[in-house]
């Protein structure tokens, strides 16, 4: 499974991007999909989650009415809209894919990963 990541760039604040992930190698609809960031120094974090239907979602805290992460199973991809973008939003958005059912939140059980986007969001 491969799974390729882009979208990033650099913006000001209040600013809106979309990330995109396409994944290939293995059917996408049976894929949990998730989004999570790294900024310098920090560990890998979640934003959000999506299940493989895509009728359920999981956001941050601190990324909630702001992101939204939806996906095409028929497009192999998924999205994540970001808007409102905030400086300490700043930092490598990866993707990644675990095969089965539920919404996953916690890193350890991501089983492919994407190789990250670089989001810069100036003050």
């Known amino acids: 499974v491969q799974l390729q990541a882009c979208g990033g760039g650099l913006v000001e604040t209040g600013d809106s991007l979309r990330l995109s992930c396409v994944v290939s190698?293995?059917?996408?609809?049976?894929?949990?999909m998730g989004w999570f960031r790294q900024a310098p120094g920090k560990d890998r974090d979640f934003v959000a989650a999506i299940r493989w239907s895509g009728d359920t979602t999981l956001y941050a805290d601190s990324v909630k009415g702001r992101f939204t992460i939806s996906r095409d199973n028929a497009k192999n991809t998924v999205w994540l809209q970001m808007v409102s973008l905030k400086p300490e939003d700043t930092a490598v958005y990866y993707c990644?894919?675990?095969?089965?059912?539920?919404?996953?939140?916690?890193?350890?059980?991501?089983?492919?990963w994407g190789q990250g986007t670089l989001v810069t969001v100036s003050s």
């Open positions: 190698g293995r059917p996408f609809s049976s894929y949990g």
């Open positions: 990644g894919a675990r095969q089965g059912q539920g919404v996953y939140t916690r890193r350890d059980l991501y089983e492919y």
